[in-house]
């Protein structure tokens, strides 16, 4: 535990503001990845040296760029063993997840984690997305499972048609969820239209501290997480996402030419 403890040091230097639940459910989240590791190959064994980092930081990059309305409900599709789901559900709680993969033992993984960590707040299904059926979701996320084109004409059917904002939160809870604080973020790049990232002053940058009162955006449509060069993939979607290089918010050299696009 007390190496769990130190690795958690990584996310902590980036968010801080957790409540002791949530330090408890992240510090744990190392041993029991690796319990399970040794009966099913859920992550490459060559990352679990770098557990916080490649697998938790990163799909925290998430919340480290958007926010999620409480009560919405987020779909993780092809969510493997759990990520971006398990972190993100860990900070966002008044979140609804419903992390979906069809590979069976993957979801035993991810429900065996959720309980463990006492998450309410998390649901599992072994099922392919096309097979959902009379569901939304306000959000789609994922993590390198397909192509863009793909993931959109995946996600597009369970998407609600009526996005979430904090002027209209009906369909979604009130104000802002308890999670951690982005106060010890980098000022990273705004989610920018097509091209490669740039800098703008368009939206509100990633990583403005919630206690201050800025607003990142609020979540919505399909937000997936990708590496390399994504020109070719990008132009075969025929979609224009918008995107952020993930090195702007954790300048780290594991995240460099690894992005979060976004279709709102």
């Known amino acids: 535990m007390e190496k769990s403890e130190e690795n958690l040091e990584l996310i902590t230097s980036y968010f801080d503001d957790f409540s002791s639940l949530q330090l408890q459910q992240l510090a744990g989240l190392e041993a029991l990845y690796k319990e399970w590791n040794a009966k099913i ?34 779909l993780d599709l092809g969510t493997g063993g759990g990520f971006p789901g398990i972190p993100l559900a860990i900070f966002f709680p008044a979140v609804r997840f419903h992390l979906v993969d069809s590979i069976g033992k993957k979801i035993k993984v991810v429900e065996a984690v959720a309980a463990s960590l006492g998450l309410q707040n998390v649901t599992a299904e072994q099922t392919r997305v096309e097979s959902i059926r009379n569901r ?27 996005p979430v904002s904090r002027e209209n939160p009906s369909t979604a809870g009130q ?49 997936c997480l990708k590496g390399g060069d994504l020109a070719a993939e990008i132009a075969a979607s025929g979609r224009q996402p918008r995107m952020m290089e993930i090195y702007e918010l954790f300048p780290r050299e594991f995240f460099r030419n690894k992005y979060m696009l976004h279709l709102p």
């Not at 926010?67 to 409900?73: C, I, Q």
């Not at 306000?138 to 993931?151: I, T």
């Not at 951690?180 to 940058?205: A, F, I, W, Y």
């Open 41 to 74: 190959n859920v992550i490459s064994r060559k990352d679990e040296g770098g557990f916080y980092e490649k697998h938790v930081l990163h799909s925290l990059s998430i919340a480290a760029a958007f926010d999620f309305t409480p009560g919405s409900n987020v």
């Open 175 to 223: 104000g802002l969820s308890a999670g951690g604080n982005l106060s010890k973020v980098g000022k990273g790049l705004p989610l920018s239209d097509g091209d490669p990232p740039r800098t703008s002053e368009s939206l509100p940058m990633a990583g403005q501290d919630r206690s201050a009162g800025e607003d990142l955006p609020v979540a919505s449509g399909l937000i």
């Open 136 to 162: 939304k979701f306000e959000v789609v996320v994922s993590r390198a499972v397909a192509s863009l084109e793909e993931l959109w004409r995946w996600s597009a059917p369970v998407l609600k048609k009526k």
